[in-house]
């Protein structure tokens, strides 16, 4: 039943590290997003992709590398791991309307990375 | 892409109580949403209204929107302390992304 849904949920690691943090919508949604969350719980859009193609990429260092396999799966791959990495991830799915219209978004529960 | 800003930061109202939230923009928009996060959780949308709209119903939430002021309020009537979360409001110019602003974080007391 679970509309948009993230693993892990909890992910610890260490720098310089590489992890990997999954999402899967079952909306029949055409249009992924990933936000990050920091400490001050400020939301800031990081990726959006539409129809497995990248529609919005933010200034997000490119040690971050989002890979939609199909229009179901946003997956977020981040390399070489870093202390101010440490936030709550979240994917989010919409309907795309095209440019003219912006619909609600569907949040996942989120992923909370500690970097040690 | 520009991000709300919501006033106050923070309310603590009693159970049963009204709250009332109010967000300001600062260009003109294609529509306005509200969405609430619960403590540790993702966001839910919570209503969309459009510009060409004044005011909309969902439940035990009133929206209203004033675009000659730019600015939207949330109403909550009868509060319950399942409200408690942190409220956001996301004016939507279309193309550009979505921006969450610091929100404003409800306290509703038993």
């Known amino acids: ?116 | 892409s520009q991000q709300g800003e919501e006033d106050p930061q923070a309310l603590s109202i009693q159970e049963g109580e009204n709250a009332t939230m109010n967000c300001s923009y600062k260009t003109s928009i294609n529509n306005l949403q509200w969405y609430r996060q619960n403590s540790g959780r993702g966001l839910v949308h919570l209503i969309l209204i459009r510009s060409n709209e004044r005011e909309k119903h969902s439940g035990r939430l009133r929206v209203t929107l004033d675009t000659s002021k730019k600015s939207s309020s949330l109403l909550i009537t009868a509060s319950r302390a399942a409200d408690t979360a942190s409220y956001f409001c996301v004016p939507i110019n279309y193309g550009q992304n979505f921006v969450f602003g610091p929100g404003t974080r409800l306290s509703v007391l038993p």
């Not at chain 1, 029949?28 to 992709?49: A, E, N, P, R, V």
């Not at chain 1, 590398?65 to 979240?90: Q, R, T, W």
């Not at chain 1, 309307?97 to 970097?115: I, M």
């Open chain 1, 1 to 116: 039943d679970t509309a948009v849904s993230q693993t892990p949920k909890y992910l610890v690691t260490q720098m310089g590290n590489d992890k990997s943090i999954k999402c899967e919508q079952n909306l029949g949604h055409d249009t992924m997003y990933w936000y990050k969350q920091d400490s001050k719980k400020f939301l800031k859009i990081m990726f959006s992709y539409n129809n497995k193609e990248l529609i919005i990429n933010e200034t997000v260092p490119n040690r971050f590398s989002p890979k939609s396999p199909d229009k179901a799966h946003l997956n977020l791959h981040i390399n070489s791991l870093e202390l101010g990495d440490s936030a709550v991830y979240f994917c989010a799915s919409s309907l795309y309307s095209g440019r003219d219209s912006y619909n609600e978004q569907f949040f996942g529960p989120g992923t909370r990375l500690t970097v040690l």
